[in-house]
Structures are given as C-alpha cells and as structure tokens.
T-cell receptor, first 115, second 115 residues
Framework: AQSVTQLDSQVPVFEEAPVELRCNYS??????LFWYVQYPNQGLQLLLK??????LVKGINGFEAEFKKSETSFHLTKPSAHMSDAAEYFC?????????????FGKGTKLSVKP | DADVTQTPRNRITKTGKRIMLECSQT?????MYWYRQDPGLGLQLIYY???????NKGEISDGYSVSRQAQAKFSLSLESAIPNQTALYFC??????????????FGPGTRLTVL
C-alpha cells in the first residue's frame, strides 16, 4: 500500500533563508508524487508534480522538488523564503499506478517565515 | 469564477441536526471527492465518485453519506451531526483521462462547527 510521511509538522525559517520540507513515500508501483500548498483560509493549490522523466521538478513560486528513488524521497526546496510562503504544505502520492488512482496525503508541514 | 465551489463556506449547527454540504464544478471532470481536514491529521478521504453511478467509501465514511446528482454536483450529508465532525471539509475533482489524471483541484472549503 502507498503511504506518505512528512517528517516535520512545523518548519520555521527566517526570511531569505533556504527552505526544505521533507517527504518520504512508500509505493509498490512507480509513484506519481505531488506537493500542494494551502494558504490560510483557502483550499489546496498544486505546487508541482512528478509523473516521470526528469527527477528535478520545478513548480510555482520558485519551489522545486527532487525525486530520489533510492531514498524514496520527494523533498520540497526553495533557495530563499519570502514572507508570502508562510502556509501549510502537503505531499501526496497516487495510491495506484498511472493516472487512475486516488491521492494519499501526508499530514502536512506548516512553514512559518520570520522577518 | 472559481472552477470548484462549495456552499456554505461556514456553518454552525447543533448535535443531532442533519447537514448538507454542496459542491459544484465547472471543470467537466468525472471524478469528485470529499475530504475532511483536522489540524495535524492532513486530509482524510470520506467518499469519492468516479461518475454519477459510481460512489465509493473512503477511509472515514462512517457518519457521512453522499449524493452525486449530476456530473457537476456532489453533496455530502451528515445525517445526525456530532461534535467530533467539527472540521474543515474540502471537495475536489480530477480528470483521469489526462496523463496527470491524479491531479486534484480543490474547492475553498467549508468550515463546519457542531456544538
């Protein structure tokens, strides 16, 4: 069965410092992986996704993630945090191979950005 | 206009009352989902529907029911609300016909409080 573990429930950073939000997955099939962001009082918005091909995926707002099969990881990074990045971030994996599955979400990581 | 809308956005009700949360989408997607979000627990799938005639239970369906009135409409009901159903509820859609068919598009959420 597929699963997702987000290792940190909260990550505080200073403005302009680098950001890394960690995600590890378990999958019995080649995974489809996603990162979503939830700003306060809003729904979830897709940041980026990995389906196949290049293991370094670039998303919106300067975020990127690298798929590392050997480490079963899909960590989200950004070189320099902005105050506007403060939000909750969710990693997700498809629960079935290909495009037919549902998504299994991690418990989320709250990113706070201090001036 | 938003592609996925939810009504109401906020609702306060009393224990034992019947509540319906509604979701509409203009994306033309066949698949629709209902999730609940609790702090620290991420998103938990309540029900999902692959088309009008295909409805499936998710991981936490007890105490909930759904109705898929049309391709564009998917309603969630709490037959007799209880306080531990206080949560943020999200509707989402996806299109399995696309290569990235797992990607889900979320509504803005309904904040439900059961007193």
């Amino acid at each position: 069965a597929q699963s997702v573990t987000q290792l940190d429930s909260q990550v505080p950073v200073f403005e302009e410092a680098p950001v890394e939000l960690r995600c590890n997955y378990s999958s019995s099939v080649p995974p489809y992986l996603f990162w979503y962001v939830q700003y306060p009082n809003q729904g979830l918005q897709l940041l980026l996704k990995y389906l196949s091909g290049s293991t370094l995926v670039k998303g919106i707002n300067g975020f990127e993630a690298e798929f590392k099969k050997s480490e079963t990881s899909f960590h989200l990074t950004k070189p320099s945090a902005h105050m506007s990045d403060a939000a909750e971030y969710f990693c997700a994996v498809s629960d079935y191979g290909g495009s037919q599955g549902n998504l299994i979400f991690g418990k989320g990581t709250k990113l706070s950005v201090k001036p | 206009d938003a592609d996925v809308t939810q009504t109401p956005r906020n609702r306060i009700t009393k224990t034992g009352k019947r509540i319906m949360l509604e979701c509409s989408q203009t994306k033309g997607h066949d698949r629709m989902y209902w999730y609940r979000q609790d702090p620290g627990l991420g998103l938990q799938l309540i029900y999902y529907s692959f088309d009008v005639k295909d409805i499936n239970k998710g991981e936490i369906s007890d105490g909930y029911s759904v109705s898929r009135q049309a391709q564009a409409k998917f309603s969630l009901s709490l037959e007799s609300a209880i306080p531990n159903q206080t949560a943020l509820y999200f509707c989402a859609t996806s299109d399995p016909g696309q290569p990235d068919g797992n990607e889900q598009f979320f509504g803005p959420g309904t904040r439900l409080t059961v007193l």
